[in-house]
C-alpha cells in the first residue's frame, strides 16, 4: 500500500507540474505562459490580447552557432518559428479584437500596411553552475538589448492575412504571432563550472502597424515584465 500510495503522490506531482505551467530541469524547457489583455485606445477600437510563452532558458548552456538539429542547436530550418534549445529565446502569440467593427473591415477593405512588427527589451543573464548544480551568481552577468524587433512566425504577421482570418472564421479572433531565437554568447568558467543561462526577462513590449484603412496607425504596449 505505501508504494502504490507513492506511485500515486508522484504521478498527482507529476501533472500538477504539468498543468502549471512549471519548468523541469533539462536543456532547452519550456517556461509558464503569461497572459494581458490590451484595450482598445478608443471605446470603439480594436483591443489586443497578448500571450507571451515557449520560453527556452538553456541550462547547462552550450551552444553550436553552425547547429541546424539537436540540443545544442541554434539555426532554424525552413518553416522553423521556434526558439532553439541551444540558444533560447520566446514566443509572442497576438490576438485582436473587434476588426469586424471597424468601418473599413465593414466596407471590405484592405490594408495599407503589410505587416505588424513587434518589439521587446529583453535581459538575458548568465553565468556558471558549480558542481552541485547550484547557481554561482559571483560569476553572473547580463546582456540587455532595448526594442529588439521579433521575428516574424511565418505569414501570421501579415495584416491582410488577419484580415482574411477574420472574415473566414466570423467567431474567432486572430493576430499576428512572433518568436524571437537569440544569438549565441560566449559563457566563460572556471574550472568544474559549466555555463547556463540563469533567467530571462521580456519587457516593453509593443506591436505595431500604419493602416490607414482598418487598424489604424496604432501601437499596442505592455510594460510587462515577463520572465523565463
Known sequence: MRKATRRALARVTIAL???????????????????????????????????FHGTVVPKPYNPDPAAYFGDRKCLNI????????????????????????????????????????AYADTARTFGCLRPDGTFDHGTS??????????????YTPDANWVLYEHRQNPTRDAGPQFYMNFPAVTVNCPTGMT?????????????????????GHTTWSTPGPFYG
Do not use: M, W
Open 17 to 51: 507540474l504539468a498543468a502549471t505551467g512549471l519548468a523541469l530541469s533539462g536543456p532547452g524547457t519550456a517556461q509558464a505562459t503569461t497572459t494581458v489583455d490590451i484595450p482598445a485606445h478608443t471605446a470603439d477600437g480594436v483591443s489586443a490580447t497578448v500571450k
Open 78 to 117: 525552413y518553416h522553423d518559428y521556434d526558439p532553439t534549445p541551444g540558444c533560447g529565446g520566446f514566443k509572442l502569440d497576438v490576438t485582436l479584437h473587434n476588426v469586424r467593427n471597424q468601418p473599413g473591415y465593414i466596407a471590405g477593405l484592405s490594408s495599407t500596411d503589410d505587416r505588424f512588427q
Open 141 to 154: 552577468f547580463v546582456i540587455r538589448t532595448e526594442q529588439q524587433e521579433l521575428l516574424p512566425t511565418y
Open 195 to 215: 555555463p547556463a543561462q540563469y533567467g530571462l526577462k521580456v519587457s516593453n513590449i509593443k506591436v505595431t502597424i500604419a493602416d490607414d484603412n482598418v487598424f
